[in-house]
Antibody, heavy 117, light 107 residues
């Protein structure tokens, strides 16, 4: 069974940093591409970042230069390092696997990041 | 950036009704359009991939059509459990984008 379990969400001050993790199981992690997708309270889904199995990376302009996506295939884990956080980054962050063909086929349960003073 | 515009934003429907949600892309994306269902306090769930391809485990009342810039999600014979927000999502290019969502309320 495919499982994606995010962790690391917390309350953080504006300007602060946070590192999210996503632990994957039930499939060959190294063979898949991944996304981070976020959802602000009461809002829609917003794509944040993507990392391919070979390490190709993309970011949305809203996080470029502040967020860094990475993966550790030995640990079956995906990460999102978030720096210079603002209140607009407040959201539930989902780890989302991209299936063959690159559409998101599985989502984690999400981890809440709250940026507030 | 490819902008996806869904309509309607909200619809109140009765059980057994047929529902159609549309998603329009700001430029041609071929068939790289996927549909998701999100119920309150849950993660999204894949309903349809590549505009019209069905997903194992998804009820057959959900179907998709379209290509290029205009896409449709159809729910035949709506059930109470279909109350949710529905999103379209494109994987034609980066940045990836989602539609703004369509919330379905069951009367």
């Amino acid at each position: 069974e495919v499982q994606l379990v995010e962790s690391g969400g917390a309350l953080v001050l504006p300007g602060g940093s946070l590192r999210l993790s996503c632990a994957a199981s039930g499939f060959t992690f190294s063979a898949y591409n991944f996304n981070w997708v976020r959802q602000a309270p009461g809002r829609g889904l917003e794509w944040v970042s993507y990392i391919s199995s070979s390490g190709t990376i993309y970011y949305d302009d809203s996080v470029k230069g502040r967020f860094t996506i990475s993966r550790d295939n030995a640990k079956n884990s995906l990460y999102l390092q978030m720096n210079s956080l603002t209140d607009e980054d407040t959201a539930v962050y989902y780890c989302a696997r991209a299936g063959y063909g690159d559409y998101v086929d599985y989502w984690g349960q999400g981890t809440l990041v709250t940026v507030s003073s | 950036e490819i902008v996806l515009t869904q309509s309607p934003d909200f619809q109140s429907v009765t059980p057994k009704e047929k529902v159609t949600i549309t998603c329009r892309a700001s430029q041609s994306i071929g068939s790289s359009l996927h549909w998701y269902q999100q119920k309150p306090d849950q993660s999204p769930r894949l309903l349809i991939k590549y505009a019209s391809q069905s997903i194992s485990g998804v009820p057959s009342r959900f179907s998709g059509s379209g290509s290029g810039t205009d896409f449709t999600l159809t729910i035949n014979s709506l059930e109470a459990e279909d109350a949710a927000t529905y999103y379209c999502h494109q994987t034609s290019g980066f940045p990836r984008t989602f539609g703004q969502g369509t919330r379905l309320e069951i009367k």
